[in-house]
């Protein structure tokens, strides 16, 4: 167990749809990143957020949005959702910013749009 | 841009047999590190190992292992007396140690271990 969670675990929706998916990074961790593994792009970092705030951005499409409370915990906002956006959702904690700080990954919710 | 190439899309080995998953990269940065990820059916990520791009030696943890060669810009796992347990995707990963925090993984290795 990675101290990260995730959930939903299995989210099914039809197209069009908007959904959220959350994250609770493990105890201490300030920074929250976000992750989608599907069959044709493979692993690709969405997004990372630390304290709060928004750090980095990959390959993020506009209609997938995110923030991180004050709580530190993490939502990743889906909308119009497309076939395409079938995916396996990782969030990952780590520490800080700076270091080799190693990147700890929630178990993910899968997504299977309809 | 980074980038990680694996070039196993599949591996079977015998159980207690070594076996090693090959990793190159390309990065311009001086500074990064190189990480190797388990996922086995289940869909969890695992971390399995690190090594800074400064560390002189190889990293080791337990039956997992990292040959580094700096040069060369490979970083291939090698996995000892091989497991059942084993069996499972792998994936090479790096990551810039200065600015964005983001990993960047290559397309993994499937590794199938036979008794």
């Known amino acids: 167990d990675s101290g990260v969670t995730q959930t939903p675990k299995h989210l099914i929706t039809a197209t069009g749809q908007r959904v959220t998916l959350r994250c609770s990074p493990r105890?201490?961790?300030?920074?929250v990143y976000w992750y989608q593994q599907s069959l044709d792009q493979g692993l690709q970092f969405l997004i990372q957020?630390?304290?709060?705030?928004?750090?980095a951005k990959g390959n993020i499409l506009e209609r997938f949005s995110a923030q991180q409370f004050p709580d530190l915990h993490s939502e990743l906002n889906l909308s119009s959702l497309e076939l395409g956006d079938s995916a396996l959702y990782f969030c990952a904690s780590s520490f800080g910013l700076a270091g080799a700080a190693e990147q700890y990954f929630g178990p993910g919710t899968r997504l299977t749009v309809t | 841009a980074q980038k990680i190439t694996q070039t196993q899309p599949g591996m079977f080995v015998q159980e207690k047999e070594a076996v090693t998953l090959d990793c190159t990269y390309d990065?311009?940065?001086?500074?990064?590190?190189l990480f190797w990820y388990k996922q086995p059916s289940s869909g969890e990520m695992i971390f399995l190992i690190y090594q800074g791009s400064y560390d002189e030696q190889n990293a080791t943890e337990g039956r997992y292992s990292l040959n580094f060669q700096k040069a060369r810009k490979s970083a291939n796992l090698v996995i000892s007396a091989s497991q059942l347990g084993d069996s499972a995707m792998y994936f090479c990963a790096m990551r810039e140690l200065q600015g964005a925090q983001k990993l960047v993984f290559g397309q993994g290795t499937r590794l199938t271990i036979n008794p």
């Open positions: 105890s201490g961790d300030l920074s």
């Open positions: 957020y630390y304290n709060g705030e928004e750090r």
């Open positions: 990065t311009s940065d001086q500074s990064y590190g």
